[in-house]
């Protein structure tokens, strides 16, 4: 089995910065895509970021050229580096893992989930 915990939420006005970390432990080893997905209040969860085994990464389009995600492999952390966030950018984010390719923002092939870290933006 294994566990995944965000920390690194809080609270910013807009244009500034937040980093977010994912640590997995229990059985990481067939681990091939991560993923951070975020979910504003009344809306569906979606899909921000993907980081696969081969290092490729995808981004959502309402976040290129702002957000980073990159992981450290020795310590099995996930990051995702938030920079010129917007008040839109406020939900709850989720780091996500799965056995199989990263799936193009299907939720049900994601195998473990974070209980999410709060990221709230103000004006």
């Known amino acids: 089995q294994t566990q995944l915990v965000e920390s690194g939420g809080g609270s910013v006005q807009a244009g500034g910065s937040l980093k977010l970390s994912c640590t997995a432990s229990?059985?990481?080893?067939?681990?091939?895509?991560r993923a951070w997905f975020r979910q504003a209040p009344g809306k569906e969860r979606e899909e921000v970021a993907t980081l696969d085994g081969d290092g490729a990464t995808t981004y959502g389009d309402s976040v290129k050229g702002r957000f980073t995600i990159s992981k450290d492999n020795a310590r099995n952390i996930l990051y995702l580096q938030m920079n010129s966030l917007k008040p839109e950018d406020t939900g709850t984010y989720y780091c996500?893992?799965?056995?199989?390719?990263?799936?193009?923002?299907?939720?049900?092939?994601?195998?473990?989930w974070g209980k999410g870290t709060l990221v709230t933006i103000s004006l």
């Open positions: 996500a893992a799965s056995h199989k390719y990263c799936s193009g923002g299907d939720l049900d092939e994601y195998n473990y």
């Open positions: 229990g059985y990481t080893y067939s681990i091939y895509c």
